[in-house]
């Protein structure tokens, strides 16, 4: 019986760590995303508010995911030992899980409070290079108008 319980632990204790995952690389590219553009200089719009908003929501979904399980953890261990029944091997293991998630839920921080939006507008610290030109196709000129205070390739 021992068995059959460890092997649903272990179970339970995969798909979590598969759920918990899948909102880390959700928060993760969500964030990639805004923080490229902000290193690019461009100004942050509605679409990257977004983004950070959804980046913020599926970490604070993995906090309360964590906490949950951190109390489904505790609640066997409390189980176990309070029933009285099964070996002690149980017991010392369900004690050492529960202390393990307690103490590592302890050092995260609970979630910041929803903020309203705001529009924040980035600076960027040098400018950016403009673009080379593209050639016109067999003429070996650049098409469209060159840069400001660059000289004209056309007048040769």
Do not use: C, Q, W
């Amino acid at each position: 019986m021992a068995d059959s319980k460890i092997e649903s632990l272990v179970k339970e204790g995969r798909k979590f760590l598969h759920d918990i995952s899948n909102k880390v690389l959700i928060s993760s590219g969500l964030g990639s995303h805004v923080l490229s553009a902000v290193k690019k200089g461009k100004p942050i719009d509605e679409k990257m508010v977004d983004k950070l908003e959804r980046s913020m929501n599926a970490l604070n979904l993995i906090a309360d995911m964590i906490r949950e399980y951190r109390s489904y953890l505790i609640a066997l261990a409390e189980e176990s030992t309070g029933s009285g029944s099964g070996s002690g091997g149980e017991t010392s293991v369900s004690n050492t899980v529960a202390a393990t998630v307690t103490t590592t839920a302890t050092t995260i921080a609970p979630p910041a409070p929803p903020t309203p939006p705001t529009t924040i507008t980035a600076t960027p610290m040098m400018a950016p290079t403009p673009p080379k030109p593209k050639s016109d196709s067999g003429t070996g000129t650049p098409s469209g108008t060159p840069p400001s205070g660059t000289p004209s390739s056309s007048a040769a």
